[in-house]
């Protein structure tokens, strides 16, 4: 109740300013007890109303899906294209400001926090951004085969404590790689969090407010508050706990 219905972050974000983040986050929930239930095409059709919501929740698929069935990724995948047939007429526009989004939030650029404060030091190379958001890929892509490729524990308490926990690592590295300006963005963690209640994913939805002080999105001063204890308690959650193990932690 702490983490998710009374956190301050989600009460501001969702009942004070209303953002469709709820929707996704609650879809997302769905998400996560059809997979915890092995109802993988469940699972899929939950996410894919979540996706469509807010595009950030795909990062949980890998927590979701496991090697070989065919009916979470099946499912997912049709209902957002059915979601986006609806208004096919619109031909490529239906994608609204997608395309330009990556553009003006400066993604791989002066956008991203790591960008920002490797820029205090010195001049960075043309090619920075490009070299970041190839290596952000690749090491999330390398935690999705990981998370994909162990098996859940057959108790179901365990296996909705496995999956929560391997959301709230791929929601967290996301955050991690992204940086991202708006602390609603960060809610994302709060559901997996209940049954995952790492000092990384807490620290990060309690010191969001912070990024308000920041609204030009310009200063690295608020941004260090916020990310560099996160990527800190990250890294202490690794070394402790590492990701394969069954008892990994965050």
Known sequence: ????????????EFAGAGHIDAAAL???????VAAARRYPAAAGLALAGAVLCKLLPAALFPALWRRWDARTPLACAGV???????YSGAGWRVLGYLPGYASEEGLGGGGVFLLRLAAQLGPLPHWAGVAYAGLGLAGLLALALAVSRHPLPAGPAQRAARICR???????????????????YLTALALPAVLAPRPAALWLMLSAPVLYLDPDHDRVLWPSLVFLPFVMLLAL????RPLPSSQGGL
């Open 1 to 12: 109740v702490l983490i998710l219905a009374w956190n301050p972050l989600v009460v501001w």
């Open 26 to 32: 609650g879809l997302s929930g769905l998400a996560l």
């Open 80 to 86: 957002i294209a059915v979601g986006y047939a609806c």
């Open 166 to 184: 391997d959301a709230l690592w791929l929601g967290a590295a996301t955050m991690a790689v992204l940086s991202p300006h708006y602390p609603w």
């Open 237 to 240: 959650g690794l070394v402790r």
